[in-house]
Every structure is written in C-alpha cells, then in structure tokens.
Nanobody
Framework: VQLQASGGGLVQAGGSLRLSCVLSRRIYSSTAMGWFRQAPGKGREFVAAMGGNRINYADSVKDRFAISKDAAKNTVYLQMNSLKPEDTAIYYC????????????????WGQGTLVTVSS
C-alpha cells in the first residue's frame, strides 16, 4: 500500500490549506486514515483520524481542521483553516486496518510528508 500526500505550502497566519492523501488502493470500510505532523526538533504528533463512523481530532486543531474522504478517488483530505505559526510542520498521512487511533506507532503505512509553513 502506498500513500501520496500533497497540498502543503507557505501561507500566512489565519489562512487555509487543504492537504490531500491518495491511497494506492480502495479505502475499505475497515481502513482508518490518519494525519500526523512533525515540527522541527519535535516528535510526530497526532492531528486527525477517521475510520468507520468515527473521527478524532487533536485538541490543538479541533474546530479549525477537518478530515474527510472521497472514496471514489481513494483520497483523504485535511482542510486546515485559521492556521497558526505553530501549525508549521511536515504533515504525514497514514493508514491502518482498524480504529482511527492517535498513536503513530499503530499505523502501518505512511506517505512521504508535505511541508506546511505558516508565517506570522
């Protein structure tokens, strides 16, 4: 299984970006998709995940970010609004079979990451 993330870029604080993650196969109902991020000098941090009928968000992005999917396109999105400088990081998409968990170690498949830079 391969994942391809895209959509990162440079945006001013308060702006928006939409990240995309294309999966090399169908997103089955048993597949959970997650977004994580890693800022310079920090560990990989959970952002959002969806699977089955469940969606989870990190507290730091709740009410600003939204995860969604287009099953026909094998694609998961992360809509990011009201961006802050502290959102600057490399964003990774990931997949696993099972629940949309928040621990990076629970995910088996990873995309290559896309850089999001938010200027103040």
């Amino acid at each position: 299984v391969q994942l391809q993330a895209s959509g990162g870029g440079l945006v001013q604080a308060g702006g928006s970006l939409r990240l995309s993650c294309v999966l090399s196969r169908r997103i089955y109902s048993s597949t959970a998709m997650g977004w994580f991020r890693q800022a310079p000098g920090k560990g990989r941090e959970f952002v959002a995940a969806m699977g089955g009928n469940r969606i989870n968000y990190a507290d730091s992005v709740k009410d600003r970010f939204a995860i969604s999917k287009d099953a026909a396109k094998n694609t998961v999105y992360l809509q990011m609004n009201s961006l802050k400088p502290e959102d600057t990081a490399i964003y990774y998409c990931a997949a696993r079979v099972g629940s949309p968990l928040a621990a990076a170690s629970d995910y088996d498949y990873w995309g290559q990451g896309t850089l999001v830079t938010v200027s103040s």
